[in-house]
Each structure stands twice: as structure tokens, then as C-alpha cells.
């Protein structure tokens, strides 16, 4: 059977050389101890800067969990952004295409129709100058009956 021994070494039992420190020159001030700390205090830190030292205190499971929540998120309001303005553009381009000829022609149209409807109304009033002797008294009592009523207007 193995028995073991503990063996102690010599640079452990003998003292080191060097200066020796008394205890009562020691004196423990807080200007020796601010001035070494403050040269590792970074100058400007960011919020950036302060988040990123604050992730070690999120566990793990719980910061991946969030990464893939906000990355989930991002890619669905992303996908929605792009969806839409797909969508905006076909729907402004066919306005284009298609309302604005459209609107066009419906114009020329109701000019047509105006311009017939004109057209009409001076070849009644033409008819009713040309017309026979009888028709013209019939006017001329309307006139009458009209100018009667009628007052002018100021």
C-alpha cells in the first residue's frame, strides 16, 4: 500500500529577504486610495457603455430569450413595412395607369354632352324666331305676362 507523506519545502519555513514593515507606520488614508482608483475610472461612459456592463446581471436564458423576441419583432414589423409600400406602389401606380385616362375621357365626355345640350337650346331658340305667325303671339303674350311680373333687377 502507498502512504503519503507531506513534505514541507524550505523557501516556505525561511523568511524572504527585503525590507520589513512595521505596522505602526502603516496608515490607511482615503487620498492614497482615491488617487489609484481614479486613474481607472473611464472619462466619458456612455449609456451604450452601461447597458453592455449591466448584461452580466440578465441570466443567459433570459437574454436569449429577449434577443429572439426583438429579433422576431423586427423581422415582422419589417416584413410589414415592406409589404405595404409594395402595396402603396401598386395601387398609385395603377391610379396612374388607369384613373387618369379615365378621368380624361369622362371630361371630353361631359364637355361633348355640354356642348350638344348647347347646341340644342340655340336651335330651339332659332325655332321659335323662325316660327309661324300664330306661335309668335303665343310668345308675345308670354313676354307680356312676364314683363308684367318681372321686375329689373339692380
Known amino acids: 500500500m502507498v502512504e503519503l507523506v507531506e513534505v514541507e ?22 487620498s492614497e486610495i482615491s488617487t489609484d482608483d481614479e486613474d481607472e475610472v473611464p472619462e466619458e461612459e456612455t ?42 406602389w401598386i395601387v398609385s401606380t395603377s391610379a396612374l395607369l388607369l384613373g387618369v385616362p379615365y378621368a380624361l375621357a369622362f371630361a371630353e365626355e361631359q364637355g361633348v354632352m355640354d ?3 348647347e347646341q340644342k337650346a340655340r336651335e330651339q331658340g332659332a325655332s321659335v324666331f323662325n316660327a ?12 307680356a305676362q312676364l314683363n308684367g311680373q318681372a321686375k329689373p333687377a339692380l
Open 47 to 88: 449609456l451604450a457603455d452601461r447597458l453592455l456592463a449591466l448584461r452580466d446581471i440578465i441570466p443567459p436564458t433570459t437574454r436569449t430569450y429577449i434577443s429572439n423576441t426583438v429579433e422576431t419583432t423586427t423581422s415582422w414589423v419589417k416584413s410589414g413595412l415592406l409589404l405595404s409600400g409594395k402595396t402603396l
Open 132 to 143: 309661324d305667325p300664330a306661335a309668335t303671339g303665343q310668345l308675345g303674350q308670354l313676354n
Open 9 to 30: 519545502d524550505e523557501s516556505f519555513e525561511n523568511k524572504q529577504a527585503g525590507p520589513e514593515y512595521d505596522d505602526d507606520d502603516y496608515s490607511d488614508t482615503d
Open 115 to 117: 356642348y350638344e345640350n
